[in-house]
């Protein structure tokens, strides 16, 4: 039977690395919120001789994702992998400046969401499945006050999960990739040298070798 990997945040940079190097063991169902990035990524895929389930989604959307993750359900019964990607960059800025929109964004998206994706997706991967979060700890670094408090907001979810999992599954990793030229870099350090920076397809390789 073919084995199951949902990917949020599958458009682009590590999240569509990791789809394309799963291809050859797993049916990818990939969410991200740019349907024109899916359907390039399902391309490729299909060029690999692989297979997806593409999810124009946004992982804000509680009904949205309540509904992916039945459909999963219904079709698989459980799923084998969940890696989660996706991730909302607030622009840098110094912290008594930060926009109340840009923090309720960053909220939403990488705690809210973060914290009713584990709900839904538990019972998908039962006590054998895996789940991967990726970190980036900038936390307390000047002028990431939105994206750094919220990412570690994220990651001590995880590391909770990753705590109460430890001995009856499903196994939850924390990751931290090498840097990678991907847009929310961009958007982090616009001047960087990207020919310094770490290739995602040599990342997802090494993500999934720790596995």
Known sequence: MTKTALITGASRGLGAALAEALVPTHHII???????????????????????????????????MATLCRGIYDRW???????????????????????????????????????????????????????????????GQKFFGSYGATKAAQIALARSWQSETDKIGPKVHILTPEPMPTATRARF???????????????????????
Request: a negative charge.
């Open 30 to 64: 990939a969410v991200a919120r740019t349907t024109g990035a899916l359907e390039d990524l399902d391309d490729r895929i299909k060029a690999k001789g692989g297979s997806a389930t593409l999810a124009p989604m946004d992982i804000t959307n509680t009904d949205a």
């Open 77 to 139: 019964g459980n799923l084998d992998l969940w890696l989660h990607t996706a991730i909302h960059a607030a622009p840098l800025t110094p912290t008594d400046h930060v926009d109340a929109k840009d923090m309720a964004k960053s909220i939403a998206g990488n705690i809210t969401a973060t914290a009713t994706l584990i709900t839904f997706v538990a019972p998908l991967l039962g006590h054998g499945g895996q789940a991967v979060f990726f970190d980036d700890p900038r936390g």
């Open 189 to 211: 350090f616009p001047g960087e040298d990207r020919a310094v920076l770490f290739d995602p397809h040599a990342q997802a390789s090494a993500v999934l070798t720790q596995l």
